[in-house]
């Protein structure tokens, strides 16, 4: 029979544990002191108070795929949303270059009262009107302005749209770099398991080396190397685990996650998707390639040129038409007028005679008016608006030549370092193959005493840069056509089979789109 005692209990997750067991006489009974008892009992409690921390640990930890990275950087990026504030600029411009040529409509309301009149005083009371109510609607219209109107419209569209250009140049860049800076981590991390890895493979080196040793089938210079081999390859593998932790800090810097915060990247590069992207690039035969940037500069030296014919415009007249309607009350007592204007003798003062009198109501105004206006001189002012206009339509068209120059290179240079990369994706895969079979069979020779400990360091060392090098290959290959594509201005791919739109026409840059 099993009785409880009075031994401390654990009031811990997993409920009151007695630690107490007696039985009667002839059982083995087991005994345990009140110190042993709170020992125990403060460990199991730490323990436990410790895993709540531990499981908000892993909860907090941020695990990022990249498409999410790309998605946010093209959300909240300072140069993406500069370049969003730019095309809402330019949008605004245009706005204001075609209200320049629209007809105008304004409400004119005034309210006069005049305390003293000299004219009144010197000529008459006819010029002595107290009060004086006004409110007129102007139509104006602008006939003729030298072709300005249309100049400064078709200058502003074409900014307009050298600006999109231009966003999206800065979105495709962004795109990129944010997924250069994740594969680079996701390489570094690779490497750092391919250091562990080896140092792995060392140390059973060295542990089967000391074991020949300690049977007398090993000399002790054979111990000496694996020991000095293995101490080689720590310090590598400390500086993998290094770099790889300096990469996942630029990561998190450029996703704005706090330096201290765990960070997953869940996205891992598939060679069969590796593959996909690179047939697409490969054969896309929609690619212009005419960069943005490109289009760009010939769209802003368009609108040199017509800022250009809006200077020269100056030189020419300008013709207005303006109709105005409204409503003018004159009343001879203080108070707002309630009534239209009428004229009659009967509104005059008693004992009035031979004299028409208005009843202080609102008469109609009604005025049509076409006029010109023409600088015959205006102090050289448009000669020099118009040479300024030419100056910046020369370095336009200039700064057009030098980014056509620039964009083919950076194309020649794409194209190179694409066929590069997949020159050395096919070379590294069936180089890695090799490699592990020559490192196996070289392990296997050396258990059996028919080759040395420099033929397996020699394939061990072969091994690791073949899986490197495979490494590399592919994340090279894969960010070389995703510059290809950006470069030729199409949709830059994503590993997830997904691709980021390098142009958008929404206020807010639209989420990456699976194929």
């Known amino acids: 029979m099993i009785r409880r005692g009075n031994s401390p ?48 640990q892993r909860a907090d930890t941020a695990r990022v795929g990249i498409a999410d990275a790309v998605n946010y950087m093209l959300r909240n990026s300072d140069e993406n949303k500069l370049a969003l504030l730019l095309v809402d600029n330019a949008d605004a411009a245009v706005i204001t270059a075609r209200a320049t040529g629209l007809p105008q409509l304004r409400l004119n309301s005034s309210y006069n009262q005049v305390l003293t009149n000299a004219r009144a005083e010197i000529v008459g009371s006819v010029f002595g009107q107290a009060y004086t109510y006004n ?40 795109a990129v770099d944010i997924q250069r800076s994740y594969l680079n981590a996701l390489y570094l991390a690779r490497l750092a398991a391919l250091q562990d890895e080896n140092l792995k493979l060392s140390s059973d080196r060295l542990a089967q080396v000391e074991q020949l040793f300690a049977a007398g089938r090993a000399a002790r210079f054979d111990v000496l190397r694996a020991r000095v081999d293995r101490a080689n390859i720590e310090p590598l593998a400390i500086q993998a685990h290094s770099d790889r932790d300096v990469s996942l800090l630029d990561v998190k810097r450029l996703l704005d996650i706090d330096a201290d915060r765990p960070l997953v990247l869940t996205t891992a590069l598939d060679t069969t998707m590796v ?6 690039v490969a054969n896309d035969k929609l690619a212009d390639e005419i960069r943005g940037s490109v289009r760009s500069a010939e769209l802003s030296l368009r609108s040199r040129q017509q800022a250009v014919r809006v200077a020269r415009g100056d030189y020419l007249p300008s013709i207005t038409a303006t109709f105005n309607w409204g409503y003018l009350a004159l009343p001879t007592v203080n108070g707002f007028p309630d009534r239209l204007g009428a004229t009659s003798a009967a509104f005059c003062p008693a004992g009035t005679t031979g004299k028409v009198c208005q009843n202080n109501g609102f008469f109609p105004d009604r005025s049509f008016t076409v006029a010109m206006s023409w600088a015959v001189f205006d102090g050289l002012r448009t000669k020099g608006n118009v040479d300024l206009a030419r100056a910046a339509a020369k370095i336009s ?12 290179l950076e194309i020649a240079r794409g194209r190179a370092e694409f066929s590069r990369a997949q020159l050395a994706y096919n070379a590294r895969t069936v180089n890695a193959a090799e490699a592990q079979e020559a490192f196996e069979l070289a392990t296997l ?24 090098t495979e490494a590399r290959s592919t994340y090279d290959l894969y960010l070389a056509a995703a510059e290809l594509a950006r470069l030729r201005g199409r949709p830059i791919p994503l590993p997830t089979g997904g691709t980021v739109p390098v142009r958008s026409n929404s206020g807010l840059p639209s989420a990456p789109s699976n194929r």
Not at 10 to 33: K, Q, R, Y
């Open 135 to 174: 409110n007129t609607f102007a139509l104006s219209q602008t006939l003729f302005q030298g072709g300005k109107i249309v100049a400064a419209t078709r200058a502003a569209d074409n900014t307009r749209q050298a600006v999109r250009f231009d966003a999206g140049e800065t979105r495709a860049r962004l």
């Open 397 to 408: 068209e200039t700064a057009l030549h030098q980014v056509q120059e620039a964009a083919s």
């Open 445 to 468: 020779r050396f258990s059996r005493g028919l080759s040395t400990q420099v033929e397996v360091s020699d394939a061990q060392l072969a091994l690791l840069t073949a899986k490197s």
């Open 275 to 280: 593959r996909q992207v690179v047939n697409t």
């Open 9 to 56: 209990h654990l009031p811990c997750f997993f409920g009151e544990a007695d630690l107490s067991v007696s039985a009667p006489l002839g059982v083995l009974t087991l005994m345990i002191s009140r110190s042993v008892l709170s020992r125990v009992s403060a460990l199991v409690c730490a323990t436990c108070l410790a895993l709540p921390a531990a499981q908000g």
